[in-house]
């Protein structure tokens, strides 16, 4: 099949576009208002851009609290999820009205930032600290404005538990990252296997 994303007359109940573009990691960003207040949420477009500085980027669809935040207070966090977190990262995800902690109402403890003003989940087996370098509002192809807006943030701080690292190495495996499908779909992690990359040639 063939369809032109303009009509998107793909004639499924459901758009395939995010169940091709996938599994996408969860950024699970944690962001403190100018007034204090703390906000938590998992956003589904996000990843690794650059490591030279090490950076990385999520996007919200929509003028969410997320970006609200961090462009009053220029940090953020993200945090990794686990399987053992999956459901507090769903209630995580609720719409609520500014203000109302999702930690709280997740059940998680907000561990403050080292080096950023802003908090992550304290049962995170790992979590970044960031520092937003660019916003960004995604242009279409005319070079209007969408309502698609790129956080860029340059990653200032790692936490990682002790136990998750093994022989010199964080343990993918025993971390159980969950990553997000399209429709409603999440998946864990199959078995890990190393692959080398072919030798350069001179």
Same mark, same amino acid.
């Given at each position: 099949?063939?369809?032109?994303?303009?009509?998107?007359?793909? $004639?499924?109940?459901?758009?395939?576009?995010?169940?091709?573009?996938?599994?996408?990691?969860? $950024?699970?960003? !944690?962001?403190?208002?100018?007034? @204090? *207040?703390?906000?938590?949420?998992?956003?589904?477009?996000?990843?690794?851009? $650059?490591?030279?500085?090490?950076?990385?980027?999520?996007?919200?669809? $929509?003028?969410?609290?997320?970006?609200?935040?961090?462009?009053?207070? @220029? +940090?953020?966090?993200?945090?990794? +999820?686990?399987? *053992?977190?999956?459901?507090?990262?769903?209630?995580?995800?609720?719409?609520?009205?500014? !203000?109302?902690?999702?930690?709280?109402?997740? @059940?998680?403890?907000?561990?403050?930032?080292?080096?950023?003003?802003?908090?992550?989940?304290?049962?995170?087996?790992?979590?970044?600290?960031?520092?937003?370098?660019?916003?960004?509002?995604?242009?279409?192809?005319? !070079?209007?404005?969408?309502?698609?807006?790129?956080?860029?943030?340059? +990653? +200032? !701080?790692?936490?990682?538990?002790?136990?998750?690292?093994?022989?010199?190495?964080?343990?993918?495996?025993?971390?159980?990252?969950?990553?997000?499908?399209?429709?409603?779909?999440?998946?864990?992690?199959?078995?890990?296997?190393?692959?080398?990359?072919?030798?350069?040639?001179?």
């Amino acid at each position: 099949m063939f369809y032109d994303t303009e009509s998107n007359a793909h $004639g499924m109940a459901h758009d395939p576009f995010k169940a091709i573009v996938a599994p996408r990691p969860i $950024g699970w960003i !944690g962001s403190k208002g100018r007034d @204090g *207040s703390r906000n938590l949420s998992p956003y589904s477009f996000f990843n690794a851009v $650059g490591d030279r500085p090490k950076m990385v980027m999520f996007s919200s669809s $929509g003028r969410k609290d997320s970006l609200r935040n961090v462009e009053e207070t @220029g +940090v953020f966090t993200a945090s990794f +999820v686990s399987r *053992s977190l999956l459901d507090q990262m769903s209630a995580s995800s609720a719409a609520v009205p500014y !203000g109302e902690d999702e930690f709280a109402l997740a @059940g998680l403890t907000a561990a403050q930032g080292r080096l950023v003003d802003a908090p992550y989940v304290g049962e995170a087996v790992a979590a970044l600290e960031c520092r937003v370098t660019k916003v960004l509002t995604l242009p279409d192809m005319e !070079g209007d404005e969408t309502d698609s807006h790129a956080v860029f943030g340059q +990653v +200032v !701080g790692i936490h990682i538990a002790d136990a998750m690292i093994r022989d010199g190495r964080f343990d993918l495996a025993f971390a159980e990252p969950i990553m997000r499908l399209g429709y409603m779909d999440y998946a864990g992690m199959g078995p890990v296997f190393e692959l080398r990359r072919p030798s350069q040639r001179t």
